[in-house]
């Protein structure tokens, strides 16, 4: 089954396991949701969502400790019948006995973070909505260049890595080479990371494989990035392409259903690719911006050739 464990939860988000005889390597947490179980500690189960981490702040534990001995046991037995992946405490709040038994008896970690609920809930979210996320890998190089991350794609052998390693002489930061990871965190946002066995290295035909963090150091590489622009590499043969030469109208790469803003770069020699690189990466950035060059200049042409003819026709 597809998820995260709860043992890699427990690493990430430096939680303490109260009950250490259960098993958190096989508990799996498959949704990015979680849940404050107040109804449920009232006795109302309907439409309770088992799948999600269930979390205890403040109110729910003060609640808990009104109950009888007797509330207790009914309401923790039918609770932790439904094997929920795990309950945490937040604020260093102590479950009682009678938890502690009832949940290490049906096999449900309990653990315990010293964070505020609020606060460890947002980013717990956000860890599970990246860990979760649908996730591809495709042929590339990915590089952080001035803040926005660049996936260049291309046949291989076109240049890809070498495009990468100027980049990087240049100060800017890679992130992974060759294979990238492409997690679609939600409708807007795409984020690549690469593999955990190829991170860092870069393969230059010729050399061989670099280690880019030990030989340029760690400010020139990134763990992740967001993917902000796609950079296509292709073999310039004459009168085959019409490349774009105004950049009036975009073109999109699709990933996981979302669309990123793509160039197509004909590949000549003498071509500096690593400045064409940052001059699409600083553009792009300024069409975020709100800025166009290419309709800006299309105005100005508009407005010259307007005033042409108003000139013709007063003359």
Sequence with gaps: ????????????????????????????????????PALQLTGYFDYFEKSRIEIIGTVEYTYMQRLSKEEKLEIYGKFFSYHVPCIIFCRSLEPDEDLMRIATESGTPVLSTDYGTSAFMSELIY?????????ISIHGVLVDVYGEGLLIMGESGIGKSEAALELIRRGHRLVSDDVVEIRK??????????????????????????????LFGVECVKEKQNIDLV?????????????????LEEEYE?????????????????????????SAAVNHRQKKMGYNAAQELYRRVQENLKKSDDDEDEG
């Design 1 to 36: 089954m597809n998820g995260v464990s709860v043992n890699k939860i427990v690493e990430k988000m430096s939680l303490k396991v109260l009950n250490p005889e259960v098993d958190v390597k096989s508990r799996k947490v498959t949704t990015a949701d979680v849940n404050r």
């Design 127 to 135: 860890y599970l909505g990246e860990a979760l996320a649908p996730c």
């Design 185 to 214: 965190i939600n409708k807007h946002t795409l984020v690549g990371t690469a593999p955990d066995i190829t991170r860092y290295f870069i393969e230059l035909r010729g050399i061989g494989i670099i280690d880019v963090k030990t």
């Design 231 to 247: 950079i296509k590499l292709e073999d310039w043969k004459r009168g085959e392409n019409d490349y774009d030469r105004l950049g």
């Design 254 to 278: 699709e990933f996981l259903g979302n669309k990123v803003v793509s160039h197509s770069l004909p590949i000549r020699p003498g071509r500096n690719l690593a400045v064409i690189c940052e």
